[in-house]
């Protein structure tokens, strides 16, 4: 079974199951399944993932700067096939498609949605190299900064702007709560 799953407004967990359902639609207006919240996208209803002989398909509905899917092209009324592992990217907003057992969640009838965190490569190795290693341990800022060839100073501005696009407060384990932010939406 397919799922499709997202960070909502309010930074819990959205998820919906295509078991059961011929088709779900993602867009502003209060009647999609999918509601998405940010300004970036303007269609009420943007796009409709539906089941086909085939599989799930996933196809855009006219919208003004289209819908995308993982790194393909831009779709335009045409289906395009979703597999595990894809994302739907409407706007500013990701949504990841899964395949798991046959478990049903609990869905309702109209979900927000949170908008993924563009990040630069730089930036997501940055991330990368303060992820905790095996041993449960975090690197230290010196120790990433060595292990990506730059200053100790380039990182720390890296961190800076993360901190911000990830609206992490100043704080104890502010380090600790961006790496987990940026693991709960996926960006690393």
């Not at 796009?47 to 092209?73: I, P």
């Not at 730089?122 to 060839?149: I, M, N, Q």
């Amino acid at each position: 079974m397919l799922r499709l799953e997202w960070i909502r407004r309010d930074a819990t967990r959205g998820a919906i199951d295509l078991d059961g359902v011929d088709a779900i639609t993602i867009g502003r207006s209060g009647s999609a399944h999918v509601h998405l919240w940010q300004r970036t996208v303007t269609a009420p209803l943007h796009a409709r993932v539906r089941l086909e002989v085939g599989g799930w398909v996933v196809e855009d509905l006219g919208s003004t700067n289209g819908t995308f899917v993982l790194s393909g092209g831009r779709l335009r009324r045409a289906p395009v096939a979703l597999r595990s592992g894809d994302t739907i990217q409407v706007g500013d907003h990701g949504i990841r498609v899964r395949q798991i057992p046959d478990v049903p969640v609990q869905s309702s009838a109209t979900l927000e949605v949170q908008p993924t965190v563009p990040l630069t490569d730089a930036k997501r190795r940055v991330l990368d190299a303060l992820k905790r290693k095996g041993d449960g341990t975090r690197p230290t800022v010196v120790e990433a900064a060595r292990s990506l060839h730059l200053s100790k100073d380039t990182v720390n501005d890296h961190l800076d702007d993360l901190y911000d696009r990830f609206g992490i407060s100043r704080g104890r384990g502010r380090l600790d709560r961006l790496v987990a932010e940026a693991e709960r939406r996926g960006v690393i």
